[in-house]
């Protein structure tokens, strides 16, 4: 069996995309407190998606939590593909 790669690009399919990686350096670029904001969000409902995964898997309904663990995921992963902007001390 192989390793798998550590890079992002490999982990992460929404990073590896050009389109979404540009988009979410010039947004991290232009408004970093708004990329911030979205990171956040993303994280939020990453992980409430998790516990309503786990909620669902507890209650026997596997293709509801199938549903829910992969929102958490696509939102881990869009959340992952905004750079965090270095903070300038003043």
């Given at each position: 069996?192989?390793?798998r790669?550590?890079?992002?690009?490999?982990?992460?399919?929404?990073?590896?995309?050009?389109?979404?990686?540009?988009?979410?350096?010039?947004?991290?670029?232009?408004?970093p407190?708004?990329?911030?904001?979205?990171?956040?969000?993303?994280?939020?409902?990453?992980?409430?998606?998790?516990?309503?995964?786990?909620?669902s898997?507890?209650?026997?309904?596997a293709?509801?939590?199938?549903?829910?663990?992969?929102?958490?995921?696509?939102?881990?992963?869009?959340?992952?593909?905004?750079?965090?902007?270095?903070?300038?001390?003043?």
């Amino acid at each position: 069996m192989t390793e798998r790669s550590n890079r992002p690009d490999v982990r992460n399919p929404v990073a590896a995309d050009p389109e979404v990686s540009a988009l979410a350096h010039a947004l991290a670029a232009e408004h970093p407190e708004a990329a911030e904001a979205l990171r956040g969000m993303l994280k939020a409902l990453c992980k409430k998606w998790r516990g309503q995964a786990e909620h669902s898997w507890l209650k026997h309904k596997a293709p509801l939590a199938a549903y829910h663990k992969a929102n958490a995921v696509n939102a881990r992963h869009l959340a992952l593909a905004i750079p965090k902007q270095a903070k300038t001390r003043s």
